[in-house]
């Protein structure tokens, strides 16, 4: 399984359309999972681009925890995080992956191994 976190606004979440469609056709066997804001995923899984979604309720607390009881015990084989805010930052590092791609700076170096 594949998570790709993108939380940032419905602009960026349809930029990342061409990625999930590359990670769906180079990994079709795999499930892809998609974090987005709340409302904006039932689009992307519409249109078939991932397998799962879920909604991140950024305007109410607490997000990341609510986030964390959804997954569970769940572990991703990628979780490719491509939003650079501290706070996908902070639920990337909390959720259980073999590894972990993101955009890496001098204050999250320990979160991703790409």
Known sequence: MILYIQT???GDLLLSIPT???IKETFPEKSLHLIC???LGSFVKAEGFVDRV???FKSTKPTVSEIKKLLGDQKYE???CAHESFRSNFLSRAIKADKK????NFWNGFIFDE
């Open 78 to 80: 990628f979780l490719i």
């Open 54 to 56: 879920f909604d991140d």
């Open 8 to 10: 940032a606004f419905l």
């Open 37 to 39: 804001r709340k409302g």
């Open 20 to 22: 999930l469609k590359k």
């Open 101 to 104: 791609i993101g955009y890496k």
